[in-house]
């Protein structure tokens, strides 16, 4: 029985596309006859409204995180009124459009606004059963529950416990893992021959410069640096010259857009990078230590006490604490950095795509799953 499953998705941060990505792979290589479809329907259907508030959006967290965190308040506040929603009714029409071509047996959603969409259509015909994978760990917004699914993903039994305090019912609930690559369940790459960081830069240019500096001393004692840019290429390109510039030529390697992070992950002594929620997972995926040097207010501190609470990261709020905390894990010969390593050990769930294909598998053959 040839079956189409479809996949939602929304690029505002990359904890969204990443999980649709994963869960998409993992259904391909569970069920190689059927067809996956993956969407953006808010990019495809507005993409210039979404252009502007993706822009926003990303300005917010980076520059204005104050602002960015009353919004997110206010946004648990709001009713969002999907039927009676002028902005959102092209997207209620486009979602029923492609619901008649292409009939999905079940859809799966990484992004909280689709199960509204769903919910309004539902009051006039029948839809497919919906699986919300939730990209927040432990600190969930409200949003995820403005309208119903049948079924919920979360990465970890803290964020169930605090989805059924919200009023979900315990039968509606997996937990499954935050669904990274599954190059993650692939046998890794050899490691580096020398202490090698990753540093994953998301914050203004201005602190980025000063965390380089921090990390010079490291670097001028052979400690090596890869900087995978991507998306920040080009605000960063006069601090990443003016830094490796001064530096001997092997000492910093710069790379652009690249799909190769989950080797990187898993090749470093450690990595420097945000508390986003697919970053924060392919960490656990990986196991390796991990400084958090910038958290989005509301969204993403859920994310940076779980892995801080089990003693699997350090934070610092300033460059200099940053540059303090890479020499911890690299003193004794990494003591540090093997105990959070081993510290990760039970909760490193490489295969969470694969659990989250089972669950919507069975969701879309109307087979029950093991529940809880």
Known sequence: MHLVI?????????????????????????SPGEEIVVSDLISEVQPKVSSILKSLYQVAITHLPSSWKAVYRWLGQMDLGTEQNALLKPLITALQRRLEAQQPRVIVSTYPLYAGLLHALRK???????????????????????????????????????????????????????????????????PRSVPTILYLPSTPARHVAETLEALRPHLLKGVKLTL???????????????????????????????????????????????????????????????????????????????????????????????????????????????????????????????RVAHEVIAMAEGRPTSGR
Not at 273 to 297: F, N, Q, S, T
Not at 317 to 342: I, N, S, W
């Open 124 to 190: 006039e015909q029948s839809v497919p059963p919906l699986v919300t994978v939730i990209t927040d760990s432990t600190s969930i917004h409200k949003i995820w529950l403005m309208a119903p699914s049948d079924l919920y993903c979360v990465a970890d039994v803290e964020s169930d416990d605090v989805l059924i305090g919200m009023g979900v019912q315990p039968a509606k609930t997996r937990v499954t893992g935050f669904p990274v690559s599954l190059q993650f369940t692939e046998k890794p790459p050899a």
């Open 6 to 30: 479809l996949v939602l998705t929304a690029g505002f941060g990359d904890g969204h596309n990443t999980a649709a990505a994963s869960v998409a792979d993992a259904l391909r290589r569970m």
């Open 228 to 354: 995978p840019v991507g998306k920040h290429a080009s605000r960063l390109y006069h601090v990443l010259r003016r830094f490796t510039d001064s530096l001997p030529n092997d000492a910093v390697e710069i790379i652009g857009w690249t799909r190769q992070i989950p080797d990187f992950l898993r090749s470093h002594d450690a990595v420097i990078c945000k508390a986003g929620g697919a970053i924060l997972h392919e960490v656990m995926a990986a196991r390796i230590p991990a400084v958090i040097d910038y958290v989005v207010p509301g969204q993403e501190e859920g994310n940076a006490d779980y892995l801080l609470s089990r003693h699997c990261a350090l934070r610092s709020h300033t460059p200099a604490q940053t540059g303090a905390a890479v020499a911890r894990l690299l003193a004794e010969g990494g003591k540090l950095a093997r105990q959070m390593r081993e510290n990760m050990l039970p909760i490193s769930l490489p295969d969470a795509a694969m």
